[in-house]
């Protein structure tokens, strides 16, 4: 993601010396770095202070020019996860993480599908690549406000089987209020406990192998604890006094099918350039091993794809965990089956006035991205400054 | 032997070819769909009958879309170029210096500045929002200008950054022995080699701003509202026969999509900028 084809300047040229035309330089991107020091880091920093304020509570104070906020902790947290009064964002959380995971493997799965078939060498390859690209060049409003029109539940895809002597389809669509794989919000803590032990031991294991014993054993070692702990019930931390049973709408099917009608073609165009980039003497070299055409892509092509496909996932990741204007357009903001946390935001912050429990919500959405993001900026920049 | 297997490559061909076919439909059949809608008569409209071509051409919901839709546009068009303009020319001056004028904590500096292109922009919502309160500029065009430029900078100054380590250092070098300083490195050797890196940025930004819908919804009123906002509204509504938003959606796409079929070349230029890594 960061760099084209790139070279950082060799320090041992002559413009080394720092003159007054570096001094100029520094001058002239200082206005940029100053306004985003503040829109960025500024504003992250005031946003994490409102999440510990009370702002919009009291609603005399919500839209006042000076409010008064007063300081109460991690109190809008644990209104989100635990609060007995706000439960959407649970649902919220639940439907962004099924959205973001059947989205992905949608749009990486089509797009690499159709990317192979291009790469086979079929005529009117650029028609095709234009027509699987142009939806990304449109508004999420946009698609959404289509894919609407197509999801109408008497009409547009469930008239399709009807023309092939099908019957109708009966599926409601962005309406349907249909929930599976449902499963105790209280569970959670013990979940995510699991998975985050699962990544430690094999971490741990991987180390063990390399002979780095040292720090295997410490990953090891929490990693168990960590599974222990999850599988004793999580004692320690108190979610809800009853149980809560959250999981999978299927009005989100429609949705995730417009969002993978937008953006494969994406994935179709770095996976057609990553392929176009394997030397065609590799394959060669295999097909004269006596590898057929699925070995070949099984033990050749697959492996060589993996770095773009990890950064499209990231970048993919990053789209969904933001979603909002495909969901508003689909189903409108107020429609709870759908809903994600970054429209609640906007529910809560911009017509609610409850700017702290926004604030609060918009610290959850960047400590989300953040995971993904920085150790990906992280390596990124580091094998940079490698090379 | 040789038949045989001529026959397998024979059905793969086929294959290939009917996957493709089917692709093509998923892909198209949404704006035929959208098409023919935008030019049935309303009370033609009918579910059932969604996907029949229209009985009579009625081109009048365009000229109804242009009415409802017409300042919406204009507000977009008047955003997208003014914003894009700007975060070009920003920054091209920032690729420039931070590609040609090293400076002692350049390296800590840009990943600083890029982290701001990888945020969610809820996280800086509610500040941003109450400080274009506090400035006045909350409501209007102006204040989502502001917004996309300041936005805009990371990647603009990416792209440029990366376009101009291409252009050889002995390049600058011999324009300083010929006298040259900052500015007129700039302007005689750096901006005239910048039109392909232009194209692409200004070809990212435009769609980009023209595209977005969350500082629009949450920044502007009514009057200044660009095109996505008030199509999301016109849509929202349930009384609108569907034509109505049909032909918004088209006339809302329209300018990326010529964007994207004439330029298409520097459209993946820019998107593989965005996220390839060198």
């Known amino acids: 993601m960061i760099g084209g084809p790139e070279r950082p300047p060799d320090p041992s040229n002559a413009m080394r010396r720092f003159t007054r035309d570096h001094l100029t330089a520094v001058l002239m991107l200082l206005p940029s770095l100053v306004v985003l020091a503040v829109f960025v880091y500024g504003f992250i920093g005031q946003t994490f202070y409102f999440s510990l304020t009370d702002w919009g509570r009291d609603p005399a104070q919500a839209l006042a020019l000076r409010p008064e906020r007063a300081f109460v902790g991690l109190d809008n947290y644990a209104r989100l996860f635990t609060g007995v009064l706000e439960t959407r964002f649970r649902q919220d959380l639940v439907n962004l993480l099924f959205f973001t995971v059947f989205f992905i493997v949608g749009t990486l799965g089509l797009g690499l599908l159709l990317a192979i078939l291009l790469d086979r060498g079929v005529k009117g390859e650029g028609f095709f690549r234009t027509v699987f690209l142009y939806p990304f060049a449109l508004s999420f409003i946009v698609t959404g406000t289509v894919w609407r029109w197509m999801l109408q539940p008497q009409g547009g895809v469930n008239l399709l089987p009807t023309y092939v002597g099908l019957p109708q389809g009966q599926f409601t669509w962005i309406t349907s209020r249909e929930q599976i794989w449902s499963f105790d919000w209280n569970l959670v803590p013990s979940i995510t406990a699991l998975v985050v032990a699962a990544v430690l031991l094999m971490i741990g294991w991987s180390g063990w192998r390399s002979a780095r014993r040292g720090r295997a054993v410490t990953f090891l070692g929490v990693g168990l604890a960590l599974a222990v702990w999850a599988l004793s019930g999580a004692p320690g931390i108190e979610m809800l006094p009853f149980p809560e049973r959250r999981g999978f709408n299927l009005a989100l099917i429609g949705i995730i099918l417009a969002a993978v009608w937008q953006m494969s073609g994406y994935t179709m165009a770095l996976y057609l350039a990553s392929l176009r980039g394997i030397p065609e003497e590799l394959r060669e070299a295999a097909r004269v091993d006596g590898a057929s055409g699925f070995q070949v892509y099984r033990h050749v092509v697959f492996p060589l794809l993996g770095p773009i496909t990890l950064s499209a996932m990231i970048i993919l990741g990053h789209i969904s965990l933001k979603i909002f204007d495909l969901i508003w357009a689909m189903a409108g903001p107020d429609l709870a089956t759908t809903s994600v946390p970054a429209l609640l935001l906007y529910l809560r912050a911009f017509r609610g006035n409850q700017f702290a429990e926004g604030a609060a919500i918009a610290v959850v959405l960047l400590l989300m991205v953040a995971t993904v993001i920085i150790p990906y900026l992280w390596s990124s920049l580091r094998g940079e400054v490698r090379r | ?278």
Do not use: C
Not at chain 2, 21 to 31: D, H, K, M, Q, S
Not at chain 2, 62 to 87: K, M, Q
Not at chain 2, 122 to 150: C, E, K, M, N, W
């Open chain 2, 1 to 278: 032997m040789m038949a045989a297997l001529g026959r397998v490559r024979w059905s793969w061909r086929w294959l290939t070819y009917l996957l493709l076919l089917l692709a093509t439909v998923f892909f198209l059949g949404p704006i035929y769909l959208v098409v023919v809608t935008a030019l049935k008569e309303p009370a033609a409209i009918r579910l059932a009958t969604a996907w029949h071509l229209p009985e009579t051409w009625h081109w009048q919901s365009f000229a109804v879309a242009w009415e409802a839709f017409g300042p919406g546009l204009r507000n977009s068009l008047v955003l997208a170029v003014t914003a894009t303009a700007i975060s070009a020319m920003l920054g091209s001056l920032n690729g420039y210096v931070l590609s040609k004028w090293r400076f002692p904590g350049a390296n800590i500096v840009f990943p600083l500045m890029l982290f701001g292109m990888f945020i969610p922009y809820q996280s800086i919502l509610i500040p941003l929002f109450q400080f274009l309160r506090d400035i006045g500029l909350y409501g209007g065009l102006a204040g989502l200008i502001l917004t996309h430029v300041v936005y805009g900078l990371p990647i603009t100054t990416l792209i440029f950054r990366n376009f101009y380590a291409e252009i050889p250092d002995e390049m600058l070098e011999a324009g300083k022995i010929d006298g040259a300083g900052f500015f007129g490195l700039y302007a005689r050797i750096v901006f005239p080699l910048s039109v392909s890196g232009f194209v692409v940025v200004v070809i990212w930004q435009f769609t980009q701003i023209w595209n977005e819908f969350l500082f629009a919804v949450t920044l502007t009123r009514r009057a200044s509202a660009p095109i996505t906002v008030a199509l999301a509204q016109l849509a929202g509504g349930e009384a609108v026969r569907w034509n109505l938003p049909m032909a918004g959606a088209i006339l809302a796409a329209i300018p990326t999509l010529i964007i994207y079929i004439i330029l298409g070349r520097y459209f993946i230029k820019g998107l593989l900028a965005g996220s390839v890594k060198g």
